[in-house]
């Protein structure tokens, strides 16, 4: 406890802002029209989507050398165990994994199930503006926008995070011909430029979100993340 006190405050100010985040938007759905359909699945994934756009804003930070130099030489070096960058990077990757492991699971298991399988007089009641009174099929909502563009967003987050492990990033896996580039460190560090993509796929994915019309609701703040990549990419 003595030795690791940094580590330990910090990871619980990490912990606590997550929990706080998805406490306050599984709350908030909670009162909204989207709960007499879709119950507590909405909420659920409402609630992990909060901390994925946290997560999302935060994990570049770890990562940006010249900003952690600057941090850890003024009196922030006695409060933060700057030295475990990549270690706390690491952590935010697991709380995305997190978050949209289960955002995912909610909608396509539970939400978009019972969306499309509520009596339509329900779903005219409670939903019918949302989706200019048209009852959506399973293959509506996986071939929109919003859907889309998760997919895609799963897809490459998996990709490169993949590629990130020891055992790609480390050649410890010997790949057969066709695929042998994909080990290495060169493979890491290029599929991690894929999360520039992500980045927009986010943007879009939240501006056209289905259940929330009035743009400043939609909004992602992705100031700190842009901020680091350009650090990163133009020292």
């Given at each position: 406890?003595?030795?690791?006190?940094?580590?330990?405050?910090?990871?619980?100010?990490?912990?606590?802002?997550?929990?706080c985040l998805f406490?306050?938007?599984?709350?908030?759905?909670?009162?909204?029209p989207a709960f007499?359909?879709?119950?507590?699945?909405?909420?659920?994934?409402?609630?992990?989507?909060?901390?994925?756009?946290?997560?999302?804003?935060?994990?570049?930070?770890?990562?940006?050398?010249?900003?952690?130099?600057?941090?850890?030489?003024?009196?922030?070096?006695?409060?933060?165990?700057?030295?475990?960058?990549?270690?706390?990077?690491?952590?935010?990757?697991?709380?995305?994994?997190?978050?949209?492991?289960?955002?995912v699971l909610m909608?396509?298991?539970?939400?978009?199930?019972?969306?499309?399988?509520?009596?339509?007089?329900?779903?005219?009641?409670?939903?019918?503006?949302?989706?200019?009174?048209?009852?959506?099929?399973?293959?509506?909502?996986?071939?929109?926008?919003?859907?889309?563009?998760?997919?895609?967003?799963?897809?490459?987050?998996?990709?490169?995070?993949?590629?990130?492990?020891?055992?790609?990033?480390?050649?410890?896996?010997?790949?057969?011909?066709?695929?042998?580039?994909?080990?290495?460190?060169?493979?890491?560090?290029?599929?991690?430029?894929?999360?520039?993509?992500?980045?927009?796929?986010?943007?879009?994915?939240?501006?056209?979100?289905?259940?929330?019309?009035?743009?400043?609701?939609?909004?992602?703040?992705?100031?700190?993340?842009?901020?680091?990549?350009?650090?990163?990419?133009?020292?």
């Open positions: 406890m003595l030795d690791n006190w940094k580590r330990i405050w910090v990871v619980g100010l990490w912990l606590a802002i997550n929990a406490y306050y938007k599984f709350n908030l759905y909670r009162h909204l007499h359909v879709m119950g507590y699945c909405v909420c659920i994934a409402k609630g992990a989507a909060e901390t994925l756009k946290f997560n999302m804003a935060l994990i570049l930070i770890p990562v940006c050398r010249r900003t952690l130099t600057r941090l850890r030489s003024s009196f922030l070096g006695r409060l933060f165990p700057f030295d475990d960058n990549i270690n706390f990077h690491k952590m935010i990757a697991a709380g995305i994994t997190v978050g949209a492991f289960l955002h909608h396509i298991s539970c939400d978009f199930p019972r969306l499309i399988l509520c009596p339509r007089s329900t779903f005219i009641q409670w939903l019918g503006p949302n989706f200019n009174y048209r009852q959506p099929s399973y293959g509506d909502l996986v071939n929109s926008i919003v859907g889309v563009t998760g997919i895609l967003m799963i897809i490459l987050m998996a990709f490169a995070f993949t590629l990130a492990t020891h055992s790609f990033r480390r050649n410890v896996i010997k790949l057969p011909w066709p695929f042998l580039q994909l080990a290495g460190f060169n493979a890491f560090w290029y599929a991690h430029h894929l999360l520039v993509v992500v980045y927009v796929l986010l943007i879009i994915h939240g501006y056209f979100l289905f259940l929330t019309k009035e743009w400043y609701k939609k909004t992602v703040c992705k100031c700190l993340s842009v901020s680091c990549y350009h650090e990163l990419h133009y020292p």
